[in-house]
């Protein structure tokens, strides 16, 4: 796992945690402070694993390396975390949360962790703000071998629906770069264990259901996508009857002790 964090996968130079964003730096240096922003990942994912005793539920397939937008519903600040840490670490390290960039830049701390750790796409929520268009760097970070997870709620779900409707963004990706598989992840109960305004979580335990990959259909319409794919989400739900029969119990120590042997 330290192998993969410090040399990469398929992702490009500039867009690994840490190289692009200190060019002066010599490779030993560089290298280092990799090897530092993976230690803070890994104690990130440690604690969360410690609190919610997270698993990773894989019903219909277990995890593959194929390149994948993970799309899920959106509770709690923790969610993408907690998605990640269900990954195996060969995964882990090449998928690249979609993350707001006026919550992540306000704090050197926020800072380091979203850009060098987990190494997150830093999208601007403010229109008048931003310099790039969000859907052009989703899909610069696909097109540099990167797997992305991404929340197409838009921002977290605190009304007591189970979804709220999906925003555009997933659409204009799936049709930007139609070979790449989306799979729809129900994470389940982190809005219990990280409510909103908690700076403290309470101990619950958590799941992270990961359904069957879909694409975009020919001649679908954005609007039959955008249903679909939210139904998806919603079908992994615990009220919604799944596959359990022959539900893959996938555990985040599983997959240590995988990468580990490998």
């Known amino acids: 796992e330290i192998a993969s964090c410090l040399v990469g996968s398929e992702m490009c130079i500039r867009d690994r945690p840490i190289i692009g964003q200190y060019p002066h730096r010599g490779t030993r240096e560089i290298t280092y402070?990799?090897?530092?922003?993976?230690?803070?990942?890994?104690?990130?994912?440690?604690?969360?694993?410690?609190?919610?005793?997270?698993?990773?539920?894989?019903?219909?397939?277990?995890?593959?390396?194929?390149?994948?937008?993970?799309?899920?519903?959106?509770?709690?600040?923790?969610?993408?975390?907690l998605l990640?840490?269900?990954?195996?670490?060969?995964?882990?390290?090449?998928?690249?949360?979609?993350?707001?960039?006026?919550?992540?830049?306000?704090?050197?701390?926020?800072?380091?962790?979203?850009?060098?750790?987990?190494?997150?796409?830093?999208?601007?929520?403010?229109p008048e703000a931003r310099d790039q268009d969000p859907v052009d760097q989703m899909v610069k970070a696909l097109d540099c071998g990167a797997s992305l997870i991404i929340f197409p709620e838009g921002k977290r779900n605190d009304t007591g629906t189970p979804l709220l409707p999906f925003k555009t963004g997933i659409f204009h990706m799936a049709s930007k770069r139609p070979n790449i598989r989306l799979v729809p992840v129900?994470?389940?109960?982190?809005n219990r264990a990280l409510p909103r305004g908690e700076y403290i979580p309470v101990p619950y335990i958590c799941t992270v259901t990961f359904g069957a990959p879909i694409h975009l259909q020919t001649s679908e319409t954005k609007t039959q996508f955008l249903t679909r794919a939210q139904d998806a989400v919603l079908a992994l739900s615990p009220t919604n009857a799944g596959p359990t029969n022959a539900c893959l119990l996938y555990t985040s120590d599983a997959a240590d002790e995988e990468d580990s042997v490998d």
């Open 186 to 190: 129900w994470i389940e109960n982190l």
């Open 33 to 81: 402070m990799r090897l530092i922003a993976f230690l803070v990942g890994y104690l990130i994912i440690g604690f969360a694993r410690f609190i919610t005793a997270v698993r990773g539920l894989w019903p219909y397939q277990p995890p593959t390396d194929t390149q994948t937008i993970y799309f899920a519903n959106h509770t709690s600040n923790g969610d993408f975390i």
């Open 84 to 126: 990640w840490a269900t990954l195996p670490p060969r995964l882990r390290w090449k998928t690249r949360p979609v993350a707001a960039a006026d919550y992540w830049l306000t704090s050197r701390i926020r800072t380091y962790i979203g850009r060098s750790v987990i190494n997150a796409v830093l999208i601007d929520r403010r």
